[in-house]
C-alpha cells in the first residue's frame, strides 16, 4: 500500500510541477512590465492558498479520513482544465516560433542562427546563461531547504507544543488545523507585497529581506517559544508571510534573468532541479532528529537557515528591474527611462519572410522602428533576439 501512494503523489507532483512551470513564463510574457512583479506575486498566493485550504478541508472532513482531504483536491484540477481551453500563446513566444520556422525554412546558418536553434537545455549552459542559470539554481535551493522541513513537520510540532498546553488527541486537531490556517494566511499576504516590494526597492533587495525575515521568525518560533500560547498564533502568520512569500521570486526573479526562447525551459530547470536536490532534504532532516537529541524543532530551525543561500544567489546575480522613468528636464529633453538590466530587446525580422509586420510588446502593439536594410525592427520587453 505504501509504495501504491508513493507512486501516485508522483504522479500528482508530476502534473502539478509541469503546470507550475509552465504558468510562471506564460505570465511573465503575457503581461506588461508595469504591474508584472504585482500580479505575479498576487498568481504565487495560490501555494499559500492551497495549503490554507487544505487546513480547512482537514478541519472540516478529516474525521472522515485522508481520502476524503484528497479528493478534495481534484476541484482545482477540474478547474484547471476549463481555464486552459480560453488561453492563447503571448506574442512574444509567437515571435520566437516565427524566427524558428523561418530559419528551418530558409536554411540559414548563421552563428546566431545556430545559437538559437541549439537544443534549448543545452542552451542554459552557454556562455550566454550559465553564469544565470547557477543563480536560478542556487535560489529554488535555499526557498525550498528552508519550506520543505516545516511543511512536513509543522502540524507534528504544533501538536507537540499544544500538548505541553495540555491538549492531546482530537482536542489538539482544531489547534493544528487553526495553526496551518494561520502560517498559510500569512503566506498570501507575503506573497501579494512580495510583487510590491520587489517594485520599490528591487528584486534582490526584496529576495534579502524576506530570507533575513524567515531565519529570523523561525529560529524565535522553534528555539524561543515554550509552548504553543499565548505567541505561537502571532509568530506562524509572521513566519509564513516570510517563508511562502519569497516564493514570489520564482514568479518575478527568475523568468527576467532570462530570454524568451530560453525562459520556460530555465525557470522549470532552475526549480526542478533544486526540488531534486532538495527531496532528499526531509530524510536526511529526519535523521538529523537523533544528533538534536529528538527535538524537532531545533531540525526544522537549523534546515531554514539554509534560506542564507537565497541571499547567496542575489549577490551574484543581477538586478532585473527597470528603474522608474526618469524626468525629461534630468535627460535634457528625452524622456523615458534608463533601464538596467535592458528591459528592451530588439526581435527583428526580415521584411520578406515576415509579410505581417508584429510589434511585440507587453501587452500593447508598437510601430515599428527602422531597422538595417530589408528588416523592420519591434521593440519587445526581454533579452535580444535577432533575426537576419
Given at each position: 500500500m505504501s509504495w501504491e501512494f508513493g507512486a501516485y503523489r508522483f504522479l500528482a507532483g508530476l502534473g502539478t510541477g509541469a503546470e507550475l512551470m509552465v504558468g510562471i513564463p506564460l505570465l511573465a510574457e503575457t503581461l506588461g512590465e508595469t504591474h508584472r512583479a504585482k500580479i505575479a506575486g498576487v498568481m504565487m498566493t495560490g501555494g499559500?492558498?492551497?495549503?490554507?485550504?487544505?487546513?480547512?478541508?482537514?478541519?472540516?472532513?478529516?474525521?472522515?479520513?485522508?481520502?476524503?482531504?484528497?479528493?478534495?483536491?481534484?476541484?482545482?484540477?477540474l478547474l484547471l482544465a476549463v481555464i486552459r481551453r480560453r488561453m492563447i500563446e503571448p506574442d512574444r513566444f509567437e515571435a520566437v516560433r516565427d524566427r524558428r520556422r523561418t530559419i528551418v525554412a530558409t536554411q540559414r546558418t548563421a552563428t546566431d542562427d545556430r545559437e538559437f536553434m541549439?537544443?534549448?537545455?543545452?542552451?542554459?549552459?552557454?556562455?550566454?546563461?550559465r553564469y544565470?542559470?547557477?543563480?536560478?539554481?542556487?535560489?529554488?535551493?535555499?526557498?525550498?531547504?528552508?519550506?520543505?522541513?516545516?511543511?512536513?513537520?509543522?502540524?507534528?510540532?504544533?501538536?507537540?507544543?499544544v500538548q505541553k498546553?495540555?491538549?492531546?488527541?482530537?482536542?489538539?486537531?482544531?489547534?493544528?488545523?487553526?495553526?496551518?490556517?494561520l502560517w498559510s494566511f500569512g503566506g498570501v499576504l507575503g506573497y501579494i507585497v512580495f510583487g510590491f516590494t520587489a517594485d520599490a526597492i528591487g528584486r534582490r533587495g526584496t529576495i534579502v529581506v524576506y530570507s533575513v525575515g524567515t531565519i529570523a521568525a523561525?529560529?524565535?518560533?522553534?528555539l524561543g517559544l515554550p509552548t504553543y500560547q499565548p505567541w505561537y498564533?502571532?509568530?506562524?502568520?509572521?513566519?509564513?508571510?516570510?517563508?511562502?512569500?519569497?516564493?514570489?521570486?520564482?514568479?518575478?526573479?527568475?523568468?527576467?534573468l532570462f530570454p524568451t526562447q530560453v525562459r520556460a525551459t530555465a525557470v522549470g530547470f532552475c526549480t526542478g532541479s533544486a526540488r531534486i536536490v532538495t527531496s532528499f532534504g526531509p530524510l536526511v532532516a529526519g535523521l538529523m532528529v537523533g544528533a538534536f537529541g529528538g527535538s524537532f524543532n531545533k531540525v526544522a530551525a537549523f534546515m531554514t537557515c539554509f534560506a542564507t543561500l537565497n541571499i547567496l544567489a542575489v549577490i551574484l546575480g543581477r538586478e532585473t528591474r527597470r528603474p522608474a522613468p526618469i524626468a525629461r528636464e534630468a535627460r535634457g529633453g528625452q524622456g523615458g527611462c534608463r533601464p538596467w538590466p535592458p528591459a528592451t530587446d530588439v526581435v527583428t525580422v526580415p521584411a520578406r519572410d515576415q509579410p505581417r509586420k508584429r510589434a511585440i510588446a507587453a501587452g500593447s502593439k508598437l510601430k515599428p522602428q527602422p531597422g538595417r536594410s530589408g528588416t523592420t525592427a519591434f521593440p519587445s520587453a526581454s533579452s535580444s533576439i535577432r533575426s537576419r
Open positions: 499559500a492558498l492551497g495549503t490554507f485550504l487544505g487546513a480547512l478541508a482537514y478541519g472540516l472532513v478529516g474525521s472522515y479520513g485522508w481520502r476524503m482531504v484528497f479528493f478534495i483536491g481534484l476541484v482545482p484540477a541549439r537544443f534549448v537545455p543545452m542552451q542554459l549552459f552557454t556562455r550566454e546563461h544565470n542559470t547557477m543563480v536560478g539554481m542556487l535560489f529554488g535551493l535555499g526557498t525550498l531547504l528552508a519550506i520543505w522541513t516545516t511543511n512536513i513537520w509543522l502540524p507534528t510540532i504544533l501538536s507537540l507544543m498546553n495540555g491538549y492531546v488527541g482530537a482536542a489538539a486537531v482544531p489547534f493544528v488545523s487553526r495553526g496551518i490556517m523561525s529560529l524565535t518560533l522553534y498564533p502571532v509568530l506562524l502568520p509572521l513566519f509564513g508571510f516570510f517563508v511562502f512569500g519569497v516564493f514570489s521570486g520564482f514568479a518575478i526573479y527568475l523568468p527576467e
